[in-house]
């Protein structure tokens, strides 16, 4: 994805264990997704995303998209430029699902 869109896109994983997928600390965390997984973008620091404790980010795009809140690890927003909610995608889709890249070239062209 990083290839594809370069320095239009900036993509950051946000560790939780509000699904009991993460329970480590950032050393922990950080290994498993580079060793395992190959993750090659930035992750931010392990946060909550559901309930009250949730990370503002979080609070603020359920209100913006109540029906597309995370319901498992891997759930994906997209954010404009302009800081706008532009999509939401479930953990199911995956992250070269057209309409995943469809959402971004439309992000992209609107510059």
Request: zero cysteines.
């Amino acid at each position: 994805m990083q290839t594809r869109f370069g320095d239009k896109l900036a993509i950051v994983g946000v560790p939780s264990n509000d699904f009991n997928q993460e329970p480590g600390n950032a050393s922990e965390i950080l290994a498993a997704a580079h060793g395992q997984y190959g993750v090659s973008f930035s992750l931010a620091e392990k946060t909550a995303i559901l309930g009250a404790e949730a990370h503002p980010f979080y609070r603020w795009a359920a209100l913006e998209r109540p029906l597309d809140v995370p319901r498992w690890n891997f759930h994906k927003y997209l954010v404009g430029r302009d800081g706008r909610l532009a999509a939401a995608f479930a953990t199911r889709v995956e992250p070269m699902d057209a309409r995943v890249i469809e959402a971004i070239v439309r992000e992209i062209k609107e510059d």
